[in-house]
């Protein structure tokens, strides 16, 4: 298996850092962000990995990233979507044919090899295509490949580590198996605590709260861990973090975050539940007691809740009915917040406050 590949970042004092994680082809979002924190040249632009798959716009979002990379100072790291198309033209042994088959079919057209396939004028229909994908992404690829090729498993500054989904000790960092840092879920519940500060992508931070949907960063100190992926692309109410260093020895973290939702301002008072549950996709499958053509009465299999649900997000996989990310947790709201609308319904609105999502029963008034 290949090793981590590991490169020694500088994050001297007087530059700001910006650190973004999982675009995952979400180039509008990504640009918008960028704008709204004022990026410049002075500027130091971390990418903690999978900037690509999941999104109609991966191969532009890459090529928008070597772009920048040319003209600022930008660092990329190696996600475990972004070797996919490398892996696939250089027919890794390890990774068996049925994998490809899936992993390419089954995003279509949010897929980069489709993308290729497409601006290269390559018929992709089944895997009988996948000879002449090779060649031409090979052929007409050629500098996107030596770009995501080159780029790197770990950063590693003097007080941080940046990595796509987690390492598990700070010594002999070389020796780690490169796959295992990229792909590393639930990595905060892992129980690891570091001395520099740990700064990951790849798992959505929703994912962590069986309680609440929050998809702020998470900043665990006494851990020396940071989790920043929004679920950008991945999830309807998913937004794009920004973790914000003041420089590259300061502790003072912010962040910002970019969801290109309506935004409205509350005009009531509404207090937070006391009890409420986050459905995540890890533990989604649900029983429908009563369909409706707004919202439908189900039972959470694994927690046994009952909560009504949006007819919308559910959903049928191997056999099984399903949701997406769902909530009955209630918005802590005051006069005068700002809330961004994820859904507007007869019964209130599913909205997002701070990176929270819940539902508020009050008045909006739209901007």
Not at 51 to 63: H, I, P
Not at 85 to 99: G, L, R, T, W
Not at 185 to 209: E, M
Not at 301 to 311: F, K, P
Request: hydrophobic share 40%.
């Amino acid at each position: 298996m290949e090793r981590a590949k590991v490169v020694p970042i500088e994050l001297p004092a007087g530059r700001r850092v910006l650190v973004i994680s999982d675009i995952h082809g979400n180039l509008t979002f990504l640009k918008a962000l960028l704008a709204q924190v004022g990026f410049c040249k002075s500027d130091i632009l971390i990418l903690l990995g999978d900037v690509l798959e999941k999104g109609v716009d991966s191969l532009a979002t890459l090529r928008y990233v070597m772009a920048l990379a040319r003209d600022y100072e930008v660092h990329m790291l190696c996600g475990n979507c972004d070797n996919l198309a490398y892996n696939f033209v250089d027919e890794i042994p390890d990774i068996p044919p049925s994998f490809y088959e899936s992993y390419v079919f089954g995003w279509g057209e949010k897929c980069v090899l489709f993308q290729m396939a497409s601006e290269a004028g390559v018929p992709l229909r089944s895997p009988a295509d996948f000879p002449a994908l090779r060649a031409a992404v090979r052929e007409c690829f050629q500098p996107e490949l030596d770009f995501l090729r080159a780029l790197p498993t770990i950063l590693l500054s003097d007080k941080f580590l940046f990595v796509h989904g987690g390492v598990y000790r700070e010594d002999r960092l070389d020796q780690l198996t490169a796959w295992r840092c990229m792909k590393n879920d639930d990595f905060l519940d892992q129980g690891f605590s570091f001395r520099h500060w740990v700064v990951v992508g790849h798992w959505p931070v929703t994912l962590y709260d069986p309680a609440i949907p929050s998809a702020a960063p998470i900043v665990l100190r006494d851990r020396h861990i940071i989790s920043i992926d929004g679920g950008c692309q991945l999830k309807w109410d998913g937004q794009l973090n920004v973790l914000i260093l003041p420089d590259g020895q300061s502790e003072d973290f912010s962040w910002q975050s970019y969801d290109g939702l309506p935004v409205g301002t509350a005009l009531d008072r509404q207090a937070a539940s006391i009890d409420s549950i986050n459905i995540r996709w890890s533990e989604n499958p649900v029983e429908i007691l009563e369909r409706g053509p707004e919202f439908s009465r189900c039972r959470h299999i694994a927690s046994g809740r009952e909560l009504d649900i949006l007819t919308a997000y559910l959903y049928e996989k191997g056999g099984v009915t399903r949701c997406e990310d769902s909530t009955d947790y209630r918005l802590p709201v005051e006069p005068g917040d700002r809330l961004s609308i994820v859904r507007e319904t007869s019964r209130g609105y599913l909205a997002k406050k701070d990176g929270v999502t819940g539902w508020y029963a009050g008045r909006v008034r739209k901007d």
